[in-house]
């Protein structure tokens, strides 16, 4: 297959993934459907899984990490209510793909991956995309990014047992924070919204994620 035909054939695959595996499962927000219908992610995924980019399930991308299912983005993503001023910390850049959705969503994003294959990786790919509003920093992810806070939006993409203080504390005033939280084999979403400089969490979907682990420091 050439690489236009190639195209031609992820476009309607991903057209039919926002169609059949999202908006048919209760996806409303349109930006995030439409984000959804443009990014490719395939690019995201390893050579030998790029036929399986839109099914809906897990993948893995290297260093015992995974590109979430669709679903589950799309769900975490239209919990947020996302601004296109809002600015951004993503927790686990992975290999980068929720990264290039919030770039199309917001003004600036932040994305922190303690993997430093993956940060690279996840750089470079964003970067050949033409995502100039996106920053990859490998990092500790449960201490966040100090020196751009506060955040209007906080996404953590692996699994904490508790939420990280330091992440609250990097919380705008009336910002959102959706990370998972719980065991290693199974988690609940949990939406926290900041009001007068207190969380308020809100339970949501049960899911499973990789485990959030300390990082080595932060470099850009």
């Given at each position: 297959?050439?690489?236009?035909?190639?195209?031609?054939?992820?476009?309607?695959?991903?057209?039919?993934?926002?169609?059949a595996q999202l908006r048919e499962r209760g996806i409303k927000d349109e930006r995030v459907l439409s984000a959804m219908s443009r990014v490719p992610r395939?690019?995201?995924?390893?050579?030998?899984?790029?036929?399986?980019?839109?099914?809906?399930?897990?993948?893995?991308?290297?260093?015992?990490?995974?590109?979430?299912?669709?679903?589950?983005?799309?769900?975490?993503?239209?919990?947020?209510?996302?601004?296109?001023?809002?600015?951004?910390?993503?927790?686990?850049?992975?290999?980068?793909?929720?990264?290039?959705?919030?770039?199309?969503?917001?003004?600036?994003?932040?994305?922190?991956?303690?993997?430093?294959?993956?940060?690279?990786?996840?750089?470079?790919?964003?970067?050949?995309?033409?995502?100039?509003?996106?920053?990859?920093?490998?990092g500790d992810g449960g201490e966040g990014f100090p020196a751009a806070a506060p955040y209007d939006v906080i996404i953590v993409s692996a699994a904490a047992?508790?939420?990280?203080?330091?992440?609250?504390?990097?919380?705008?005033?009336?910002?959102?924070?959706?990370?998972?939280?719980?065991?290693?084999?199974?988690?609940?979403?949990?939406?926290?919204?900041?009001?007068?400089?207190?969380?308020?969490?809100?339970?949501?979907?049960?899911?499973?994620?990789?485990?959030?682990?300390?990082?080595?420091?932060?470099?850009?």
């Amino acid at each position: 297959m050439n690489l236009s035909a190639e195209a031609a054939l992820f476009s309607i695959l991903r057209l039919r993934m926002v169609e059949a595996q999202l908006r048919e499962r209760g996806i409303k927000d349109e930006r995030v459907l439409s984000a959804m219908s443009r990014v490719p992610r395939h690019e995201f995924t390893l050579q030998g899984y790029r036929n399986q980019a839109y099914e809906d399930h897990p993948l893995p991308i290297g260093e015992g990490q995974t590109i979430s299912q669709p679903y589950i983005v799309a769900l975490m993503l239209e919990a947020l209510t996302l601004a296109s001023s809002d600015k951004v910390l993503e927790v686990g850049t992975g290999s980068g793909y929720v990264t290039a959705l919030l770039a199309e969503l917001v003004a600036q994003v932040v994305s922190l991956e303690r993997h430093a294959v993956l940060a690279d990786e996840a750089r470079e790919l964003l970067a050949r995309l033409g995502y100039a509003n996106a920053k990859v920093i490998k990092g500790d992810g449960g201490e966040g990014f100090p020196a751009a806070a506060p955040y209007d939006v906080i996404i953590v993409s692996a699994a904490a047992a508790e939420v990280p203080r330091a992440l609250l504390a990097q919380l705008a005033e009336a910002g959102r924070m959706i990370i998972p939280v719980g065991p290693a084999d199974s988690q609940q979403l949990q939406l926290i919204q900041m009001r007068n400089g207190q969380p308020q969490t809100t339970l949501r979907e049960t899911c499973r994620f990789v485990p959030l682990l300390p990082g080595v420091g932060l470099t850009s």
